[in-house]
């Protein structure tokens, strides 16, 4: 059984840094993708970042230069990091299992509909 469990959100001001994590148990997939995705009161959910088995990363465009996302296969935990954060950045983050092509993880509208595992989120709010 899969299990995510989300980490390291929290009030942050405008400009601000904060660094999620995932960690992750049971998944024995060899072909993955993992990915960041958030939702907003009111807005669809929205992919944030991805990245696949292979260590390869693709990133929504709101949050290009500013997010990175990266694992620590050792430690079965995944990492967003976010920097510059923004008003707009405020939302609850959710960590995700999914299939590839990873890239579909960020495009607008798929929102995760084919994610097989999620977390419980962590809420991330940005001050101006």
């Known amino acids: 059984q899969v299990q995510l469990v989300e980490s390291g959100g929290g009030s942050v001001q405008a400009g601000g840094s904060l660094r999620l994590s995932c960690a992750v148990s049971?998944?024995?997939?060899?072909?993955?993708?993992m990915g960041w995705f958030r939702q907003a009161p009111g807005k669809e959910r929205e992919g944030v970042a991805a990245?696949?088995?292979?260590?390869?990363?693709s990133y929504a465009d709101s949050v290009k230069g500013r997010f990175t996302i990266s694992k620590d296969n050792a430690k079965n935990t995944l990492y967003l990091q976010m920097n510059s954060l923004k008003p707009e950045d405020t939302a609850m983050y959710y960590c995700?299992?999914?299939?590839?092509?990873?890239?579909?993880?960020?495009?607008?509208?798929?929102?995760?509909?084919?994610?097989?595992?999620w977390g419980q989120g962590t809420q991330v709010t940005v001050s101006s």
């Open positions: 995700a299992v999914d299939i590839p092509p990873c890239d579909r993880l960020i495009k607008p509208g798929y929102g995760g509909s084919w994610s097989t595992d």
């Open positions: 049971g998944y024995t997939y060899s072909s993955y993708c």
């Open positions: 990245i696949d088995s292979d260590g390869s990363t």
